[in-house]
């Protein structure tokens, strides 16, 4: 059973930090691609980082460029979202996400979804 268990929200003054986990199970880690997406309320899912399992290749949505880094630990199957320089815009529900392949940047483009972690920054 493939199961994507995210952790490491909370609630945060603008400027501070906060890094969240995504421990992976179920599937071969190496072949797939995480992906970190967010919903904050009214608005739609967006892609905020993913990574490449196998070669290590990354993106990083324009708003969070120079803030937010994404790294992965494949002998935990763990992939980490840290998040430095936080900003009331980026409250939302974190979502982390897999999809089989090379990096990708759309919701539809991930097969196996967990469940979200909350993330607020207050001003």
């Known amino acids: 059973e493939v199961q994507l268990q995210a952790s490491g929200g909370g609630l945060v003054q603008a400027g501070g930090s906060l890094r969240l986990s995504c421990a992976a199970s179920?599937?071969?880690?190496?072949?797939?691609?995480i992906g970190w997406f967010r919903q904050a309320p009214g608005k739609e899912r967006e892609g905020v980082s993913c990574?490449?399992?196998?070669?290590?290749?990354?993106y990083y949505a324009d708003s969070v460029k120079g803030r937010f880094t994404i790294s992965s630990d494949n002998a935990k199957n763990t992939v980490y979202l840290q998040m430095n320089s936080l900003k009331p815009e980026d409250t939302a529900v974190y979502y982390c996400?897999?999809?089989?392949?090379?990096?990708?940047?759309?919701?539809?483009?991930?097969?196996?979804w967990g469940q979200g972690t909350q993330v607020t920054v207050s001003s």
């Open positions: 996400a897999a999809r089989q392949g090379p990096v990708g940047v759309y919701v539809d483009e991930y097969h196996y």
């Open positions: 179920g599937f071969t880690f190496d072949d797939y691609a």
């Open positions: 990574i490449s399992s196998s070669d290590g290749s990354t």
